[in-house]
């Protein structure tokens, strides 16, 4: 995958979040598990794919069986210091910032078509693509 597809795959998963922030002016615990991927992908990203553009085409990315795990799972170990741990951490946590203020721009701009598609699930808990199409071309 591209780094955009990988942006546009965050984007969509803060979504949810999003929405409720810009409807109810706060979160919930709901979108536990979109957050959680997002941060995902984008440690992916940073630490894996050399998706980053502080640190470029490095991996930080390695697994080393460990003897003392019972398991026999590979455990994660860091060839990398804490400050480097402190800048991953950043640099991640800038891609989730951006993607998030990318999808609050979105919403923002097209609220009108958010709150029909919020009545539309409350009425019939299902909204199918082509339906969702139509509602925001005739916006």
Do not use: W
């Amino acid at each position: 995958m591209t780094v955009t597809e990988l942006e546009n795959r965050i984007a969509v998963l803060l979504g949810g979040r999003t929405a409720e922030q810009l409807i109810y002016g706060e979160v919930s615990t709901g979108a536990r598990d979109d957050l959680k991927k997002a941060t995902d992908i984008a440690k992916s990203m940073v630490k894996a794919y050399g998706m980053s553009s502080k640190f470029g085409p490095v991996s930080f990315d390695t697994e080393t069986p460990s003897p003392f795990m019972q398991s026999g799972q590979p455990q994660l170990q860091s060839d990398y210091s804490t400050d480097t741990a402190q800048e991953i951490d950043q640099e991640v946590r800038d891609i989730l910032e951006a993607q998030q203020a990318r999808i609050t721009n979105l919403l923002t701009a097209r609220l009108d078509v958010l709150k029909q598609a919020a009545t539309l699930l409350l009425e019939r808990e299902v909204l199918h693509g082509e339906e969702l199409r139509e509602l925001v071309a005739n916006a």
